[in-house]
């Protein structure tokens, strides 16, 4: 079951923490989460599963930065965000959708107990401009039954930004 914009509410300060919570970000089923500033690109022209990606910062400035097509760009929410006892869930927005800009690749799934700012994988299929602060997707939340296992991953979980990907921890 996915939790109603007035559930969220409800739940803030207990199963559900976003900092910083503004009501207008607040949605039916849902809760808008705005980019950040900070991008981040690969360098390397292959990249190696097996070994740590090589990275550089991006600062999207107040005029925009326009996105190439066919390029993935990392970025992150300005908002932090907790969830206990229930999973949280991200998707593009539908008017960023029609743009032809995706905010996630594979991964909008979250889990049960994540705790941190969500890393976004920008792509686009057309030239875009982008802007700091525009809501960019959206976070729900699914009830979850039974026993569960509370997420605590050394990969991301508690992040202070964006994060690159660190399968490569799994090859150790």
């Not at 107040?62 to 006892?85: I, S």
């Not at 997420?151 to 921890?169: A, D, E, F, M, V």
């Amino acid at each position: 079951m996915i939790l109603s914009g007035k559930e969220i509410e409800r739940r803030l300060g207990c199963d559900i923490l976003i900092d910083p919570f503004r009501p207008q970000q607040l949605n039916p089923n849902s809760y808008n989460l705005r980019l950040h500033d900070e991008l981040m690109i690969y360098n390397d022209p292959v990249l190696d599963m097996k070994q740590p990606p090589q990275t550089q910062s991006l600062i999207i400035p107040e005029e925009g930065l326009v996105l190439e097509a066919g390029r993935l760009y990392l970025g992150r929410t300005v908002e932090h965000t907790t969830t206990h006892n229930l999973v949280p869930m991200l998707e593009g927005r539908s008017s960023i959708g029609r743009l032809g800009l995706f905010v996630h690749v594979t991964a909008g799934f979250g889990d049960v107990g994540f705790s941190g700012y969500w890393t976004l994988e920008i792509f686009c299929i057309h030239p875009i401009r982008i802007y700091a602060g525009v809501e960019i997707c959206q976070i729900f939340y699914h009830t979850i039954e039974g026993d569960h296992t509370v997420y605590n991953s050394g990969k991301y979980q508690n992040n202070t930004g964006i994060q690159p990907s660190l399968l490569h921890r799994d090859f150790s």
